[in-house]
């Protein structure tokens, strides 16, 4: 932004044209109150959507200060985390939906007024707890609240519950260790919660309670999060996406998602997970994502992922056994069943019995000889075995085998042998 600056001495303002890259002018009239400038009115002299202003010193707005603004988003910026004072009249004729507040430690006077055309409050590395944990009361009538990179190390019980209207709730980069008991409580009609990249070392039994109508839930990059209690999803019958990635989590309970009854998306992926026991996913009929993508899975009970009907399960670089072992698949209906990286160079007898997947990912694992055993029962439309150092098969080593494709690149085998592999003529094989 490229900045004019015109003092006008006869009336002791200071008058600040800024022009952005569009030619959109904006002029903002200061005074001066003791030593902290006041920022008095502005004049928006053409209309842009987004108007962000930047501020290098501490600064008081002043009565009905946006009142000429017409732009849909008022940003604030502060480049030295100086002091901004929102007054009992500060936004008063404020007709932005969205105010964004950055890197500005927050003074707000408990007679401030708020417009309620104000929906969506953005307060990004304003590190004032006190501030923040009363902004629900003096903003209720929010629809969106965005707290990121802050310091709020405890959410307290009922601290959004003045909120009834709020349907998007962000508290990303916050060094929260602690949500309270019923600290959700009251948010009724609350959409999305995004809890991610916080301390967070457990979630506790009830903690969203209240959240019935909650469809999107980010609890991820909680480097510390190491155990969730059985009942901590209690009550949440709406929701479609948990987000569990980048966590440090151990077990999975049976019974933990049972109430999650319109779940579409588990992620789990990138966590310490090292069993997954049978029945943690039975009640969960909806699950059509279940990602378990670089955990630490040493073993799978068997029907474990019975009666899923799923477009992905991906165990990508989670497993850490060498064998894939007999039954783990049983009545499990898949699209895409991913399986790469995992360092597998075993397939026990009866592996993929009971399995219906349109694709099979064992790409870059350590089959390096191909016998019967491997894939006998498995029905498949494509089966991709790229990079595993494949150096031999042996006859009939796909005689029980139904499949359309089978993608060889990246492994030594040069040339193509349908009917010693005990394959049809009909089945497409890709060698490089």
């Not at 049983?330 to 997947?357: S, Y």
Request: contains cysteine.
């Amino acid at each position: 932004m490229k900045t004019l600056i015109t003092i006008l001495p006869l009336l002791s303002v200071l008058v600040v044209r800024a022009n952005n890259d569009n030619g959109t002018t904006v002029e903002l009239f200061y005074g001066l109150r003791e030593t902290t400038p006041v920022l008095e009115s502005t004049l928006q002299r053409k209309w842009i959507n987004d108007l962000n202003l930047n501020f290098k010193s501490s600064l008081i707005i002043g009565p009905s200060a946006f009142q000429n603004i017409t732009s849909e988003l008022i940003g604030l910026t502060f480049t030295n985390s100086n002091t901004l004072w929102l007054e009992g009249e500060s936004l008063i004729g404020l007709k932005a939906k969205t105010l964004y507040i950055n890197k500005a430690t927050i003074n707000l006077t408990d007679n401030l007024v708020v417009p309620t055309t104000l929906k969506v409050l953005t307060l990004d590395a304003c590190e004032t707890p006190s501030t923040l944990l009363g902004i629900p009361r003096l903003f209720p009538d929010l629809e969106e609240l965005h707290l990121y990179d802050n310091n709020l190390p405890v959410i307290g019980t009922k601290a959004f519950a003045t909120m009834k209207n709020l349907k998007r709730l962000g508290l990303v980069l916050n060094r929260i260790t602690t949500l309270e008991p019923g600290c959700f409580k009251g948010l009724n009609e609350l959409l999305v919660l995004n809890l991610s990249n916080n301390r967070l070392t457990s979630l506790p039994a009830g903690v969203f309670n209240g959240l019935s109508k909650l469809k999107h839930l980010y609890v991820d990059n909680c480097e510390d999060l190491k155990h969730i209690d059985i009942n901590a999803f209690r009550g949440m019958s709406s929701l479609r996406e948990l987000w569990l990635q980048n966590n440090a989590l151990e077990t999975l309970q049976v019974g933990m998602f049972d109430e999650l009854r319109t779940l579409g998306a588990l992620l789990l992926e990138s966590n310490n997970i090292t069993h997954v026991p049978k029945g943690v996913f039975n009640k969960v009929k909806t699950l059509r994502v279940i990602s378990l993508k670089n955990a630490m899975i040493s073993s799978i009970e068997p029907n474990a992922f019975s009666v899923l009907n799923l477009e992905s399960l991906d165990l990508s670089g989670g497993m850490r056994q060498r064998a894939l072992e007999s039954g783990i698949f049983t009545g499990l209906t898949v699209e895409d069943l991913h399986l790469r990286g995992n360092g597998i160079q075993e397939i026990k007898p009866h592996a993929w019995d009971g399995l219906f997947a349109e694709t099979v990912n064992l790409n870059s694992n350590n089959l390096t000889k191909i016998v019967p055993e491997y894939f006998a029962g498995l029905n498949t439309s494509t089966l991709y075995l790229l990079a595993n150092g494949i150096t031999e098969i042996t006859p009939n080593a796909f005689g029980n085998t139904q499949v359309k494709e089978i993608d060889f690149r990246n492994n030594s085998i040069k040339t193509i042998e349908k009917a010693t592999w005990g394959l049809p003529e009909s089945v497409r094989i890709t060698i490089e």
